[in-house]
Nanobody, 130 residues
Framework: QSQLVESGGDLVQPGGSLRLSCTASGFTLENYAIGWFRQAPGKEREGVSCISKSDGRTYYAKSVRGRFTISRDYGKNTVYLQMDSLEPEDTAIYYC???????????????????????WGQGTQVTVSS
């Protein structure tokens, strides 16, 4: 069965760091653009960061620019989201998605119905609190 699995979510203090992983099984991530999304209680889902499948172009939401870094390790069929200088406002469930058809990373990270993406993970909880 082809699927995406996120991991690495945890409880962390403000100013701390976490690295989230998004690992694919049953298909090769190299053929897909990958995005990280988050949803906090009572808030709309937000595209956090996306990376293209071909040239490695990246997109970051303004709220995380300079603090988060997306990267990919195709040897491990995994995409990472390094999150530094975490703030309480970063508390959310983080999801990764894969899609082969978006023309730009900006489009990939814009709000779309979940069903548009080829694959969508089950999410990992990130809580930033003292």
């Amino acid at each position: 069965q082809s699927q995406l699995v996120e991991s690495g979510g945890d409880l962390v203090q403000p100013g701390g760091s976490l690295r989230l992983s998004c690992t694919a099984s049953g298909f090769t991530l190299e053929n897909y653009a990958i995005g990280w999304f988050r949803q906090a209680p009572g808030k709309e889902r937000e595209g956090v960061s996306c990376i293209s499948k071909s040239d490695g172009r990246t997109y970051y939401a303004k709220s995380v620019r300079g603090r988060f870094t997306i990267s990919r390790d195709y040897g491990k069929n995994t995409v990472y989201l390094q999150m530094d200088s975490l703030e309480p406002e970063d508390t959310a469930i983080y999801y990764c998605a894969a899609d082969a058809t978006f023309a730009t990373v900006q489009a990939m990270c814009s709000w779309q119905p979940i069903g548009v993406y080829d694959f969508w993970g089950q999410g990992t909880q990130v809580t930033v609190s003292s």
